[in-house]
């Protein structure tokens, strides 16, 4: 009880002689210290909110305007044209700050020339950003070949230079960035039906062909009107209909479905002390949330800036369950993480006396954890399976059983908190005699866990493990998994190689005396409640017991062996994945590959529709007419890769198909109108997903000094029952690790047999496109050209 009485600031008693009032000078400091961290960081975030207004203009440049304009009055000039004497006129009369080196009349003088210079800055900044606005609408630069630059494009990055501040925030740009544009419904139609052509019958295409023109020609035009309505008032005409209908409408279970994970470092593990790197990881959590508070981290730049919208929600957010949609919930801020070990859930402040704990301090409070030998009181070890089942139980029994007393206000204490911490007894990694099967059992855990011990609604949660691996799983609504990607590959690097370890595997520094120990959670949760939580772990339980997973590390090539072929690498694997689903299942489908749109402010993504009729050309020459190591094959690979990168920049530069669609269809619904071409489409399967995870900050690793600090990216459950989830990152020069899911339910799927036909794929691409291999005879060729009419 100590720990209570130190958190009270004061204490009274009533006496006969009065009230005898006692104040806890240690507690008053706290909330003193507490007190001016929050307005520091307020006073952070305004000089912040006034620098990204004025971009690209700085606060210093109104200085200069004014001397500017005085100096020229002073010469006696108007620079305003007579606008300075229209504003001295309208200037109330009163009294005018004069001195005996001014005069009234001077002092009004003043006066309207600073108005005036105010006034023509925000008019330049205005200007500038529209500039800027107008130089980040162009996208010709995408399209040019690689190494020949136009001298359109040359001028265009020197104004973009010239246009850009020296410094920029990390969300200076937000204000710059151009709108998504709404693309032409003919053009989305006839994009989606050369996409179809390939998957379907004749009879399919003509019919299909058919309500595509119908739609067109008629309720098209008016579902567009509509769109491009919304496109002129709002930021984005797709992202927030795309948040509330594909995420937070969705009622089935987050985990596995929506939900993805990142790993650790591969091959390295910097620490065996579960404590000690869960106090580094946290720490490094902690100095990536202010620099992002500051501003500080370097907005992304791909030739031109990328929206950061999505890191505002890194921290302090949580998803919330409700009956017919769920809601976003971000706090300014929070000064703890709730943590989970064995079944009770504690508050670990992460600030004291106005500081950041120190990694060895967070160590000794997370060490305090593991050590606390307290049951977990009934129903509170599997109270996060409500997270993993169904939303609609989980909407139900929160404002039945957690909407007031004890239980809301743990609850909130774990909503409210920055992030989640989840402290696991397995060991997990790639280890022991089984290193494969070992590292398939690490991704399925950091998937879904034991399915109650991650929550799953909160933006993140991390995970550590008992051998000191650790991971996170990170909710999909509030983010994209690019922004989630960055947080982590500067926590690992962090962790690594700035933070560190001593000898003996623990975090440096020194333990405050008066830190006060981990509060322990407390809940009263009833039978009945009970019975609802083992109802959703059963839920859970079975879609996670469902899920196939295999991880698939390949160091036989990677990126530089591909740019020998002169092939972009994001092109030359999705080919792959074309050539090992036909080997696989012996057809074509429907494959969905996620592009980005943060080119465009508040983008989020698009879909590039992999599979070609180019892509399925080359693998039927390769396959069924077996044209092995030549020439006419080769040009159809090239065909193929060229024709996904333009996909894949039309998909970028707002050209994309399905977001198009997809709204439409929104559109639809609101006017109660029945569209059988948008109903079709947006029924259909993708069997295979893919996506990519980029390595973003490259300079934070050294794969030639530390080449086993490698980090293995992360992956998400299968999209459809039958098909397969595949992620994908490229490390280096030389390594592509592959995260593959599917179900053992269906017959037809296996993670790892696809797996290896994957890697086979690839294999066999960097065979035929090698420079080294010779070129067939004459006659050869001539067979071969004599068969293409076959394909």
Same mark, same amino acid.
């Given at each position: ?6 958190? =009270? ?94 005069? /009234? ?79 032409? =419904?003919?053009?989305? $139609?006839?994009? /989606? ?51 509330? #209908? ?12 929506? %939900? ?11 620490? @065996? ?26 907005? $992304? ?7 950061? !919208? ?10 919330? @369950? ?142 550590? #493990? ?34 560190? #370890? ?13 830190? @006060? ?21 059963? $839920? ?41 689903? #036909? ?114 900050? =490259?300079?934070?690793?050294?794969? $030639? ?22 992620? /994908? ?31 086979? !794929? ?23 050209? %004599? ?5």
């Amino acid at each position: 009880m100590a720990e209570a009485h130190q958190a =009270v600031a004061f204490q009274f008693t009533i006496t006969p002689e009065g009230i005898d009032l006692q104040l806890s000078h240690q507690a008053l400091r706290q909330v003193y210290l507490s007190g001016l961290r929050s307005w520091k960081k307020r006073v952070t975030r305004l000089k912040n909110n006034v620098i990204t207004g004025v971009y690209p203009a700085s606060p210093s440049s109104w200085l200069f305007v004014v001397i500017a304009i005085l100096a020229t009055m002073y010469t006696r000039s108007d620079p305003s044209m007579g606008l300075i004497a229209k504003i001295q006129e309208h200037l109330p009369e009163g009294v005018y700050l004069h001195t005996p080196c001014f005069s /009234y009349v001077q002092c009004r003088t003043v006066v309207s020339a600073v108005l005036f210079s105010t006034l023509l800055w925000f008019s330049l900044i205005f200007t500038m950003r529209l500039c800027l606005k107008q130089l980040l609408s162009y996208h010709g630069w995408m399209f040019e070949q690689h190494g020949k630059v136009s001298n359109t494009t040359k001028i265009w990055a020197a104004m973009v230079r010239i246009f850009s501040g020296r410094q920029p925030l990390l969300y200076s740009y937000q204000g710059s960035l151009p709108n998504l544009p709404v693309p032409a =419904v003919k053009d989305t $139609v006839k994009r /989606y039906l050369e996409s179809a052509r390939l998957l379907m019958s004749d009879a399919e295409y003509e019919r299909m062909t058919t309500l595509a023109k119908e739609f067109e020609s008629s309720l098209g035009n008016r579902l567009q009107w509509y769109l491009k309505l919304k496109a002129m008032w709002a930021s984005n005409y797709v992202s927030d209909w795309w948040e509330e #209908y594909v995420y937070l409408r969705g009622r089935g279970p987050l985990m596995v479905n929506s %939900n993805y994970y990142g790993m650790d470092f591969l091959y390295v593990t910097p620490t @065996p002390i579960q404590a000690a790197r869960a106090g580094n990881t946290l720490h490094a959590c902690l100095l990536y949330r202010r620099k992002l508070n500051r501003e500080e981290i370097k907005p $992304v730049i791909l030739n031109v800036p990328l929206c950061a !919208a999505q890191c505002e929600r890194i921290f302090n957010t949580t998803r919330i @369950p409700g009956e017919e949609t769920d809601s976003l919930i971000h706090w300014q801020d929070s000064e703890y993480v709730a943590v989970f070990h064995r079944g009770r859930y504690f508050r670990l402040w992460l600030y004291h006396a106005g500081r950041m704990l120190s990694p060895r301090e967070i160590e000794h409070q997370i060490q305090h954890i593991l050590d606390d030998p307290s049951p977990p009181v009934p129903g509170e070890a599997k109270l996060a399976a409500l997270t993993a089942g169904d939303r609609i139980p989980w909407a139900q029994a929160r404002k039945e059983f957690f909407s007031s007393g004890v239980n809301k206000r743990s609850l909130d204490c774990i909503e409210k908190a920055a992030f989640f911490v989840a402290l696991d007894d397995d060991e997990q990694g790639m280890m022991g005699d089984d290193p494969a099967g070992n590292l398939d059992r690490y991704a399925k855990s950091l998937l879904h866990g034991k399915c109650y011990d991650r929550w799953f609604d909160k933006s993140f949660t991390v995970v550590l #493990y008992k051998n000191g691996k650790n991971g996170l799983n990170a909710e999909h609504s509030w983010a994209d998994a690019p922004i989630m990607a960055h947080v982590w590959e500067y926590v690992m690097t962090t962790d690594c190689f700035q933070l560190g #370890y001593t000898e003996e595997g623990h975090c440096k520094g020194d333990v405050a005396s008066s830190l @006060p120990p981990p509060t322990r959670l407390t809940w009263d949760i009833p039978a009945e409640c009970q019975e609802r939580i083992e109802r959703s772990l059963a $839920v859970a339980q079975t879609l996670a017991d469902d899920v196939d997973f295999h991880v698939l590390p390949i160091q036989d090539f990677g990126k530089g062996a591909i740019k020998k072929c002169k092939i972009s690498p994001d092109a030359f694997i999705q080919i792959a994945l074309q050539l090992a689903y #036909y080997r696989n299942r012996g057809s074509f489908t429907l494959t969905y590959e996620a592009s980005m749109t943060r080119l465009f402010r508040e983008g989020r993504t698009e879909t590039v529709r992999s599979c070609t009729s180019e892509s399925c050309t080359f693998v039927r020459a390769l396959e069924v007419i077996k044209m092995h190591l030549n020439e006419v094959c080769r040009h159809l690979f090239r065909t193929a890769a060229e024709k996904h990168q333009h996909l894949y920049r039309m998909a970028m530069t707002g050209g994309g198909i399905d977001r198009h669609l997809f709204c439409l269809y929104i559109v639809s619904k609101y006017l109660g109108e029945e569209s059988p071409f948008l109903k079709e489409v947006l029924s259909e399967t993708w069997r295979l997903s893919t996506s990519q995870t980029p390595l973003q900050q =490259v300079e934070l690793f050294d794969f $030639v000094n530390h080449p086993d600090y490698t980090t293995c990216g992360g992956g998400f459950g299968p999209v459809a029952d039958d098909g397969y989830g595949v992620s /994908y990152i490229i490390i280096g020069e030389n390594m592509i690790n592959l995260h593959i899911s599917c179900k053992h339910s269906c017959p037809q799927t296996d993670s790892h047999k696809f797996g290896a036909d994957i890697k086979k !794929a690839l294999m066999d691409l960097l065979e035929l496109m090698s420079p080294e291999k010779p070129d067939p005879s004459r006659a050869e060729q001539n067979h071969l050209k %004599n068969s293409k009419k076959d394909l």
